[in-house]
């Protein structure tokens, strides 16, 4: 047994042991999280009851080999904003292209973003990168204080020693790097730019938690949504609030499909009238199809060694699905015929990232379903991808009034400002094949220090 699992089983024990059985540690967790915002209509915004550890050496090994993947990743944005033939097959739309090529201020082309990655058995894979404001920064901070400090954790912590992650400093410190060579010196007004929500959920409270946190930094801020935006004599404005630098949590691709190319917000944007953070560059790599451009070596066969060793050793497999021939491990195969015979071994996912398109796991499905939904992606922007090895573990979660153990997916979340990681998340979910999952939600992620 590792230290790692032999630290986990003794967290585990602690909390059925007399102490805390009774779970009024949990009572008064949830009061804490209540009284910090932790708590949406009624449900907390995450069930769990511990953090997910992680070795120093694991941290350091997916510190290191995403900073690798971001630099990669912004030298094959930089390519394609310069080749017209590589943008388009990132599948953007005309708006997202004009908004791409558009000069954003400042030099940075990805102020902060995150990789999505699967730890497992000392593998690891990426999934994912999301180039917005990063998401769950906040709620992940906030609750490692929370976790930290309660009783069994106090108890933990006196034979094991960890650290906590934290993300926010650099989040602030990266929005106000890209504000100074914007060529400002005053402290700017902020905006957290969020799509107004119809109904409140647990996911929907973090963008006010960054609001606040703002504000006790000294900042004016305000939450607004982009319906909310006036834009007069270079000033862009929510009522009386004028905006000089805009924290964007807001996809583009969702952006300008609501609203066309005169919102105030892109007239702003191309007066350099407000700074946006991150720029709608950065949005060319938030399309799962630069994973495809990654994985083709014939464009990185002049990276850096160490860049194409992380592409190939950690990065799936990527194509757009398309009616075409591709290369596959040196040899050419139609990419449908392809895709029909290797169900079992592959995923087709959105090109956007959207809750209104599904994910398809082929080997979740039979022939017929799967050549159904080959149909639909040649249709839509989808990519197929290698399956990859989904990391698992056991987390103990609060359900009706008892405590239960629960095997979890676990996603962990790299988040990096201006390329370098300073912190780490870890979303844990029970996916269903169809993509739906009851128990999910954001946990603290805490580095195990070896004995």
Partial sequence: MTHLSEAVARYHKLLESESFRDLGWVSELRQAMESRGLIVSTRPVSPFLRPNFVAKRQYDHLTKDSEVLFSAINRMKK????????????????????????????????????????MDNGSMHFLN??????????????????????????EFRKKHKMAKVSGLKYFLQAALKAWKEFGQKRKPQIAVLEFRQPFPNAESNEHQLLAEYLRKAGYGTEVVSPEQLEYKNGVLRRGE?????????VNAQEFVIRYDLEQPLVRAYRDRAVCVVNNFRAEIAQKRAVFELLTDDTLTSKFPAVERKVIRDMVPWTRVVRATDTNWRGNTVDLPAYILANREHLVMRPND????????????????????????????PYVVQEKTTVATEKFPVQLYGGLEM?????????????GKVQCASTYLSTAAPSGFSSIQGIVPTFILESK
């Avoid at 769950?136 to 930290?148: K, Q, R, T």
């Fill in 241 to 249: 609030f004028t905006i000089d630098l805009v924290l964007r949590r």
């Fill in 79 to 118: 390519a394609a904003l310069s080749n017209p033939q590589l943008l388009a097959r990132m599948e953007l739309l005309p708006a997202e292209k004009m908004l791409a090529n558009t000069d954003p201020g400042y030099s940075e082309l990805t102020s902060m973003s995150t990789l999505e990655a699967s």
């Fill in 406 to 418: 629960k095997e979890m997916q676990i996603d962990m979340f790299a988040h990096a400002y201006q």
């Fill in 353 to 380: 990232e959207t809750a209104e398109q599904h994910t398809y796991i082929g080997a979740t499905m039979d022939d017929a379903s799967w050549e159904r939904s080959l149909k639909t992606a040649i249709r839509n």
């Fill in 129 to 154: 990168y999301q180039a917005t404001a990063p998401f769950g920064v906040v709620y992940s901070e906030i609750l490692s204080d929370l976790i930290y400090d309660c009783e069994p954790m106090k």
